[in-house]
Each structure stands twice: as structure tokens, then as C-alpha cells.
Nanobody
């Protein structure tokens, strides 16, 4: 099993980033997938999740209306489009199933700063 996140970087407040997560080693299309994040000195938190077919999504209140989760089951990939980024979005972002069942990947660092 492998989860490989990418797409992070340094962005100014109000900017956008698109994260990707490529999954392998399990039947991706059979799992609810999610994005989590962990800010410095804080617990890892659930940010968004998406149903197996992509028909249903859920967002935490802190990102609702700004982030969009999606998936491509043919590519075993999920995405997180992040718009109107704020400094408090600074964190390492991880993908996993929901609830998290797979080994965590390395994550991708997102830093929002002017």
C-alpha cells in the first residue's frame, strides 16, 4: 500500500493550490477517501472526505466553501483544490481512507504566508 501526496508549496494569502494523492496497493474505488492535515504542534484533523463514487462530499467548517475534494477512480487519484487560502491553512496535508486504514504517506507541506 502506498499513498503519495504532492502539490504543496508556499503561497500568499488568498492564493490557490491543488493537491494530488496517488494510491496503490488497494482497490481505490471501493474506499471513501479523505484529506487530513496537521499543523505544527496540533493534532491531525480531517479536512474533507469523498464517497466511493464521488457523489457525496463532506468538509470541515474551517474549509467549507474554499476547498473542493474530488477523485478519479480510473487513475487511483484524489485531489484537493484549495482556494482563498489563509495562514491558518498552513499544515502538512495527507490523504488516506476514511476512517484511516492505510499507512500514512509523507504528506505535502502547504505554507500560506505573505
Amino acid at each position: 500500500v502506498q499513498l503519495v501526496e504532492s502539490g504543496g508549496g508556499l503561497v500568499q494569502p488568498g492564493g490557490s493550490l491543488r493537491l494530488s494523492c496517488v494510491a496503490s496497493g488497494f482497490t481505490f474505488r471501493r474506499y471513501v477517501m479523505s484529506w487530513y492535515r496537521q499543523a505544527p504542534e496540533k493534532e491531525r484533523e480531517l479536512v474533507a472526505r469523498i464517497s466511493e463514487t464521488g457523489a457525496f462530499t463532506w468538509y470541515s467548517d474551517s474549509v467549507k466553501g474554499r476547498f473542493t475534494i474530488s477523485r478519479d477512480n480510473d487513475k487511483n487519484t484524489e485531489y484537493l483544490q484549495m482556494n482563498s487560502l489563509k495562514p491558518e491553512d498552513t499544515a502538512v496535508y495527507y490523504c488516506n481512507t476514511y476512517p484511516p486504514e492505510m499507512n500514512w504517506g509523507q504528506g505535502t507541506q502547504v505554507a500560506v504566508s505573505s
